[in-house]
């Protein structure tokens, strides 16, 4: 097999972990399969780097911060084919223009675009372990670009599609991806396989695990991501394409996002062009819209509800002010007291039962926690509630869903 | 004009010493010169990396150990171009394979071969200022190598030839090249202008300030080095080619090289080959053989007698062991009990003055410190002394050549 490896900071944190991953690379070696390692830079360093660059410019997008924050992938990627040297192995070392992953050229963020594969080709070709920077490449004027947080996961799958390989590992310091944060449900499991759309939607889930651009990576080219603990040999969680009897889950997971604020707009004109007036200088101002909705119309207005991270409050609100008072002819819009959350319940077995919805709400209102906003898709059911009673609705929802159990145990809807 | 500016290590220490090279880049770019800088790594960091990569390889001509180096000079690329733009100015950074720094394939002490300066010129023409990585390059493979120790220096001087420049400056910690080590001879004097030849003849007194490659390259393309301090307007040490009223100047100054040991060799025969039998097996463990000394032949017998850097005896006296016992049929062969020193005076001027040998000699005799061994060149006196009086010469020769008192005013041989 041809097998793609990445880990991330923590697993290479320090020389001897540096080791452990080496022997783990060779280990996948000598059983016989071909291997590209992917690597982050050691933990700490990426923000010991932007720290000394942040003395000159605030501002990470840019082609300098990028020459100098993609050195930390470069130093483990160096020390990694060292260390699988030096335990009677042999390795090599790539860069991102060594083996010309051409991006864009939005710095700190960039998309890749294509990858040269032959020479990591040829490196197997002579027996060896290629080991390749993560989160770096090039745009096609030969400057050095990143891509963003958690990018070495995509430079793994990309590398992964670019290969053809079998599948892609992502090694990190948890187990794989869970029925929900075991920080608030300790009875949580460990999902065993989830397709690639789930995961999308589970994202504040895995977010810290698996960056979301390397899922659409995995998506778009059909490659399968087995997401592991560096420090365990047990199985983690794989990221795939939908199966026929991934069916029979009907609930994946439990997911939270935080710290989100809710922002009402009364009496907007019902017409055409009225969304667009108020969401574009939110979008110009890169501020995030999340879930929006729209209520029925009622003599020609209508209210709109949003929701947008609690940080971007305040300017959106501003930003707000004049586009509000030309539409509504009053300016009059709230903004809600307290914080709220998006909880989701995410399964693509959803798509053929029509009950989850009816148990989600009936579970919320047995424990008088009161749903705000609610939004669906096929594979997914989300809902703004107060963010102080995020917590009790996760703990509910997992134990009526059954997700403490393993898969097949769980009652039907 | 076309300007080169290297700095330092040292130089570059830190973010406020970053910040006064930024100011001191655009000070001369607003003269309205054309400006590319070349910079070393922060002081410290490349110790920093060759540290971890020795924890998996004790050699460092490795070409991951290159992969992993690199990155300090990388990383104060970046910072400078950023500290340059925060003054108001504006600067992009060049690494080794943005400007096809070809070197061969030594790793860890690589020669430069040729270099794309079409990617500066374009800089120029943006009104921006380079800042190039030094110290390293890329092979014909694309592998990334290093230059060396100081390498940073060679870099500069090559990028200076490959632009055109009108000079380089190289900026360092100390005011220039002195007389004589001012530790030694506290009234030493900071020397004004010297010839490339000279300059290599004072190794010692300039390798810790300029890499010895930096000026046999300023010597093969004739760019003036202009070696002055970080941290003052004066001027420096002009190294240039060798002009007419330099010839005034008899001595230009006197260095020592100490820690070398003195091999003796007795009744080699004096017949075709049997030096090369003696020197190949050094030659081949990488040992350097410094001053050579062969007496008149008798008998059909000779003694040979050479230095070698200390660290380097013992296993030069066991490699001879074998190659002796043939040679001399005996095996006979004494080395020096104490450690000895060569004590050089330089100077252009020698060429057409006949009494500086003689001088030489009258001063040490003097002073009682025996000469064990001379070699002479056009330009250059060499003796090996014992290592515990070389202060006491370089005191006493150094106030006999007048070298205390600016050139003009010393008295003639």
Redesign the interface.
């Known amino acids: 097999m041809l097998i793609v490896q990445k880990f991330g900071g923590t697993s290479v944190g320090d020389?001897e972990r540096i080791?452990h991953v080496a022997k783990r690379c060779l280990a996948t070696k000598n059983a016989g399969h071909d291997v590209a390692v992917v690597v982050s830079a050691m933990s700490g360093e990426t923000n010991r780097?932007l720290e000394?660059?942040r003395?000159?410019?605030e501002d990470q997008n840019?082609?300098?911060?990028d020459?100098?924050v993609?050195?930390g992938e470069?130093?483990t990627?160096?020390?990694l084919?060292?260390?699988i040297?030096?335990l009677g192995g042999d390795a090599?070392?790539f860069?991102g223009?060594?083996v010309k992953i051409l991006t864009d050229s939005s710095h700190a963020r960039a998309r890749i675009q294509s990858i040269d594969a032959e020479p990591l080709k040829a490196c197997f070709k002579e027996g060896k372990i290629a080991v390749i920077a993560g989160f770096q490449g090039q745009d096609a004027s030969?400057s050095?670009t990143t891509l963003g947080r958690g990018g070495s996961d995509t430079t793994g799958v990309a590398i992964a599609a670019a290969l053809g390989a079998d599948h892609c590992e992502i090694y990190t310091d948890v187990e794989g991806i869970y029925t929900a944060d075991p920080r608030i449900v300790p009875d949580a499991s460990k999902i065993a396989r989830i397709c690639y759309e789930e995961m999308l939607d589970l994202a504040s889930l895995g977010a810290k695990v698996l960056q979301l651009r390397a899922v659409e990576f995995g998506m778009n080219y059909n490659v399968p991501i087995h997401v592991r603990s560096t420090f365990s040999e047990a199985e983690g969680t794989w990221v795939m394409p939908a199966e026929d009897d991934m069916e029979e889950v009907v609930v994946s997971g439990i997911a939270a996002v935080r710290d989100e604020a809710k922002i009402t707009i009364r009496d907007v004109p019902d017409s055409p062009g009225a969304a667009y007036r108020l969401f574009e200088p939110l979008s110009e101002a890169g501020i995030c819209v999340d879930m929006i909705i729209q209520s029925q119309s009622r003599d020609g207005r209508t209210d709109m509800s949003f929701t947008v991270a609690s940080g971007d409050h305040n300017r959106s609100i501003e930003l707000l002010s004049t586009v509000c008072a030309d539409l509504t002819g009053a300016g009059e819009f709230l903004a809600s007291e307290a914080p709220v959350a998006k909880l989701s319940v995410v399964g693509v077995g959803m798509r053929s039962h029509s009950g989850v919805a009816g148990k989600m709400f009936r579970v919320l209102s047995e424990a008088e926690i009161n749903i705000e906003m609610i939004s669906t898709s096929e594979i997914k059911i989300s809902v703004i509630i107060a963010e102080g009673r995020v917590d009790d609705a996760i703990v509910a929802l997992h134990k009526a869903f059954d997700l403490h159990l393993p898969a097949p145990e769980r009652s039907s809807i």
């Open positions: 020389i080791r780097l000394m660059s003395e000159f410019r840019d082609r300098e911060v020459v100098i993609s050195t470069q130093v990627a160096g020390l084919a060292l260390a040297r030096d090599k070392s860069l223009h060594q030969g050095i």
